[in-house]
């Protein structure tokens, strides 16, 4: 069951989107002025997210409560003309529901992946060979673990034994023969929940395996936490950095519902704003990585990605780069 989810006028005003972008959010793709001109009753593509790529979204089923199931998501993201979505597993792989979901929902380009965590086996090579064999080719994204992962843990105190990728400057054997998949089958790597310094080492040995399209996870987040520099040097490698609308919504006011949440720092939109520049937009890709349970809608949140950092000087051009081009290369759309 899907579970309720906060206002889009109050997540808007936790974001620090005021004024008059938030009351441009307001009316909203479904509007009954704008339903009224949509042909045989169809909603209206919403003009602010029409064609965006959207690479992070968490949806039931899940270990964490989630807003909305696989089939409402789409079916929202389809209606505000959204081009593509990847659904995000935490645990096991979501290409076999992409699948799925794409039969079901027609219009709109679904993918999954999977997750290198303890529910899969750590870094198991024969998980991630029956994603893509399961997906049919809709299986496009492998995160390194997340939840699993040394830094994760470290950073929640836990003494549970993490999933290790990186060992000292080199990744863990396991980890190469997964790379070296990823590459025979042009699939998108994500560092998942890796520190800084670890992303830096796994991207070196992914190039090195004939990697070409890794995107640092959420970059500036916690247990992440990469400098700017960090930043650059994995966008000079060919990664492409991350930022989310998430990490606006954390820290100890969340209205996020799973205390997990409220551990983890908050990120404005002005800091996102600031790594933007500082790496320039080329090699950076927008995401929602929304769903959480009391949470903003995934389609809410990548509207107020796009009217905030509009907001804050964010160009239309780039903002076309980073949640359109960019995400879509990496899919191979």
């Not at 965006?52 to 909305?68: A, G, K, Q, T, Y």
């Not at 290409?95 to 027609?106: E, G, I, K, N, T």
């Not at 990823?182 to 080492?201: D, F, K, Q, W, Y």
């Not at 992914?206 to 399209?213: M, N, S």
């Given at each position: 069951m899907c579970v309720h989810r906060i206002s889009r006028r109050s997540f808007l005003k936790m974001a620090g989107v005021g004024g008059a972008a938030l009351a441009a959010t307001q009316a909203g793709p479904l509007a009954p002025a704008a339903q009224a001109q949509a042909p045989r009753g169809r909603p209206v593509p919403d003009p602010d997210i029409q064609g965006l790529v959207d690479l992070h979204i968490h949806s039931?089923?899940?270990?964490?409560?989630?807003?909305?199931d696989d089939l409402e998501v789409a079916r929202r993201a389809r209606d505000a003309g959204v081009d593509a979505i990847v659904l995000k597993p935490i645990d096991f792989e979501t290409a076999s529901r992409a699948f799925l979901v794409r039969r079901a929902v027609p219009g709109i380009d679904v993918f999954g992946g999977i997750t290198l965590n303890y529910a899969v086996g750590g870094l198991n090579l024969e998980a991630v060979q029956w994603m893509i064999a399961m997906g049919r080719g809709v299986g496009k994204i492998v995160w390194m673990p997340n939840v699993d992962a040394a830094a994760h843990l470290r950073h929640f105190r836990s003494t549970k034994p993490p999933v290790?990728?990186?060992?000292?400057?080199?990744?863990?054997?396991?980890?190469?023969?997964?790379?070296?998949?990823?590459?025979?089958?042009?699939?998108?790597l994500a560092t998942g929940h890796l520190s800084g310094p670890e992303c830096l080492v796994l991207i070196r040995e992914a190039r090195k395996e004939g990697v070409d399209r890794i995107v640092v996870t959420h970059a500036v987040q916690n247990p992440i936490n990469m400098t700017v520099d960090e930043q650059k040097e994995a966008a000079r490698m060919g990664a492409y950095i991350e930022h989310t609308m998430l990490g606006t919504v954390l820290g100890p006011d969340t209205p996020l519902i799973d205390p997990f949440y409220k551990v983890l720092r908050k990120v404005t939109l002005e800091e996102v704003a600031r790594h933007i520049r500082a790496t320039g937009p080329q090699q950076v890709v927008l995401s929602s990585d929304c769903g959480a349970a009391m949470g903003p809608a995934p389609m809410d949140a990548l509207k107020g990605l796009v009217v905030g950092l509009k907001r804050l000087g964010v160009t239309q051009a780039e903002v076309d780069l980073m949640m359109k081009t960019n995400p879509?290369?990496?899919l191979g759309l």
């Amino acid at each position: 069951m899907c579970v309720h989810r906060i206002s889009r006028r109050s997540f808007l005003k936790m974001a620090g989107v005021g004024g008059a972008a938030l009351a441009a959010t307001q009316a909203g793709p479904l509007a009954p002025a704008a339903q009224a001109q949509a042909p045989r009753g169809r909603p209206v593509p919403d003009p602010d997210i029409q064609g965006l790529v959207d690479l992070h979204i968490h949806s039931e089923p899940d270990r964490r409560p989630r807003v909305m199931d696989d089939l409402e998501v789409a079916r929202r993201a389809r209606d505000a003309g959204v081009d593509a979505i990847v659904l995000k597993p935490i645990d096991f792989e979501t290409a076999s529901r992409a699948f799925l979901v794409r039969r079901a929902v027609p219009g709109i380009d679904v993918f999954g992946g999977i997750t290198l965590n303890y529910a899969v086996g750590g870094l198991n090579l024969e998980a991630v060979q029956w994603m893509i064999a399961m997906g049919r080719g809709v299986g496009k994204i492998v995160w390194m673990p997340n939840v699993d992962a040394a830094a994760h843990l470290r950073h929640f105190r836990s003494t549970k034994p993490p999933v290790q990728v990186v060992q000292g400057d080199t990744i863990v054997p396991a980890a190469r023969e997964i790379l070296k998949l990823i590459a025979r089958n042009r699939l998108v790597l994500a560092t998942g929940h890796l520190s800084g310094p670890e992303c830096l080492v796994l991207i070196r040995e992914a190039r090195k395996e004939g990697v070409d399209r890794i995107v640092v996870t959420h970059a500036v987040q916690n247990p992440i936490n990469m400098t700017v520099d960090e930043q650059k040097e994995a966008a000079r490698m060919g990664a492409y950095i991350e930022h989310t609308m998430l990490g606006t919504v954390l820290g100890p006011d969340t209205p996020l519902i799973d205390p997990f949440y409220k551990v983890l720092r908050k990120v404005t939109l002005e800091e996102v704003a600031r790594h933007i520049r500082a790496t320039g937009p080329q090699q950076v890709v927008l995401s929602s990585d929304c769903g959480a349970a009391m949470g903003p809608a995934p389609m809410d949140a990548l509207k107020g990605l796009v009217v905030g950092l509009k907001r804050l000087g964010v160009t239309q051009a780039e903002v076309d780069l980073m949640m359109k081009t960019n995400p879509a290369k990496l899919l191979g759309l």
